[in-house]
């Protein structure tokens, strides 16, 4: 059996920069808080609340003067203001290029933009950007939802509309609703578009479609929560039909001895033991069989 694993399988750059600090901030204070979860991963979780990260869904369940982490994909802006208004003190992890489009989201709303969001409407990330874009602005989670946001469009004052994704969108869908936004939205209109997806979650896609055509089976390991992860099972699952997804070594159930090329890929928050711990089992080569 040949295994390969994706070489940008596993923790992306922001993904590993917010859990080193995580863990450095949770050295020097002995209890600390964080909006949601730190990423969106279990096992990873699990570890900083070992060393005293306790999770929390509102800045309501902290007494002021706390110590609070903002996680990898950001908060509202709704909560910056609270924060400083409750005197707690804001460790913000935000992914450097999560802030970015925060930033470009203000920018295009002063300059009287209609911002059309492509984006998973709940996703923390998205609720975090949403609040930055103003009255003028809709999130298209598929295809189904174009009809909607062109009317929208239509009924604002905006003459001028921006698209935007969110970061780990599949790269594949954006382009699709993008050109069919382009037939619908009046030509009278200036219509940019800022693809904003991520460089580290484009790689990865690119590299799953490519593996899942080289192997009779794929195993994709990350977190059920996670957006990214369930993108590239989707990506990966289109090409390669056996393909599995898994949070960690131990939902591996069928018999892999079926198989002459297994390949492998993870999600950005998925931890580099999780990978190793699935490539171990496969060598080993005692499988479940069903
Ligand atoms: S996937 Fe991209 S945006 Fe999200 S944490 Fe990683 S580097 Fe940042």
New binding site residues.
């Given amino acids: 059996m040949e295994i390969i694993v994706g070489k940008s399988a596993g923790f ?4 590993l920069n ?1 859990v080193n600090k995580a863990l450095k901030y949770l050295d020097d204070n002995k209890k600390m808080y964080c909006l949601g979860e730190l ?1 969106h991963n279990k096992q990873v979780v699990s570890n900083l609340e070992k060393k005293g990260l306790e999770i929390i869904e509102s800045l309501d369940k902290v007494p002021g003067n706390s110590k609070v982490i903002i996680r ?2 950001g908060i509202a802006k709704e909560i910056y203001d609270e924060a400083l208004k409750r005197n707690i003190q804001l460790y913000d992890l935000t ?4 802030l970015r489009i925060h930033q470009l989201a203000k920018q295009y709303n002063k300059e009287g933009y209609f911002i059309i969001l492509i984006a998973h409407k709940i996703h923390p ?1 998205v609720l975090g950007t949403i609040s930055y874009c103003g009255e003028d602005s809709a999130i298209i989670e598929t295809e189904d939802d174009i009809d909607n946001v062109v009317n929208k469009v239509n009924n604002s004052s905006c003459k001028k509309v921006v698209v935007m994704a969110q ?2 969108y599949s790269v594949d869908k954006f382009n699709k609703i993008v050109e069919i936004l382009k037939q619908k939205i009046k030509n009278d209109y200036e219509f940019l578009v800022n693809n904003t997806i ?4 484009d790689i990865r896609q690119k590299e799953t479609k490519k593996l899942a055509s080289l192997v009779d089976c794929m195993i994709i390991i990350g977190g059920k929560n996670s957006s ?1 992860t369930k993108k590239l099972f989707d990506i990966s699952e289109e090409t390669c039909k056996k393909t599995y997804l898994v949070e960690n070594v131990n939902e591996l159930e069928d018999d892999f001895s079926l198989y002459e090329k297994i390949g492998i890929m993870a999600g ?2 998925t931890p580099n033991e999780s990978i190793e711990e699935v490539v171990s089992y496969l060598k080993k080569g005692y499988f479940k069989k069903k």
């Fill in positions: 992306c750059g922001g993904v917010s990423v990898a994909h992914c450097p290029k999560v990330e970061t780990t991520c460089n580290a979650t990214n950005a928050s």
